[in-house]
C-alpha cells in the first residue's frame, strides 16, 4: 500500500525556514514524480513544486518567488520542500502527492498518491 507522510511543519516566524519532509513507502520512489500542493485557510488548494523521477523540477507558482525549492533523496524515499524568508501568507496546510512517471502536473487530480498534509503557521 503507497504511504506518504510529511512532516516538520509547525509554528515559523516571519523571515524564517522550514523543512518539509515527505517520506514514502509501498513504491520505488525513483519511478514517480512528486509534487507539493498547499490549501491556505479560505483558498483553493494549489501547486507549488514538482520534481519527475529525472530530477527535474516543474515550478508551478515561481517557486514563491525563489524562497521554495524541492528535491528528492530517493536512496530515503524521501522528497523535500525547503521554504525560505517565510511570510504570513505562507500559512497553510502542504501536501505531498505523487504519480508513477516521469511528469508533473499542476492539477491535484493527476496524482492518485497523496499525504495527509502537514500544518505550516507562520506568525510572529
Known amino acids: 500500500q503507497v504511504q506518504l507522510v510529511e512532516s516538520g511543519g509547525g509554528l515559523a516566524q516571519p523571515g524564517g525556514s522550514l523543512s518539509l519532509a515527505c517520506v514514502a513507502s509501498?513504491?520505488?520512489?525513483?519511478?514517480?514524480?512528486v509534487a507539493w500542493f498547499r490549501q491556505a485557510p479560505g483558498k483553493e488548494r494549489e501547486g507549488i513544486l514538482c520534481?519527475?523521477?529525472?530530477?527535474?523540477?516543474?515550478d508551478y507558482a515561481n517557486s514563491k518567488k525563489g524562497r521554495f525549492a524541492i528535491s528528492r533523496d530517493n536512496a530515503k524515499d524521501t522528497v523535500y520542500l525547503q521554504m525560505n524568508h517565510l511570510k504570513p501568507e505562507d500559512t497553510a496546510v502542504y501536501y505531498c502527492?505523487?504519480?508513477?512517471?516521469?511528469?508533473?502536473?499542476?492539477?491535484?487530480?493527476?496524482?492518485?498518491?497523496r499525504g495527509q498534509g502537514t500544518q505550516v503557521i507562520v506568525s510572529s
Open positions: 509501498g513504491l520505488t520512489l525513483d519511478l514517480y514524480s
Open positions: 520534481i519527475r523521477s529525472d530530477g527535474t523540477t516543474s
Open positions: 502527492v505523487s504519480r508513477i512517471g516521469n511528469s508533473c502536473s499542476p492539477m491535484w487530480r493527476a496524482y492518485p498518491h
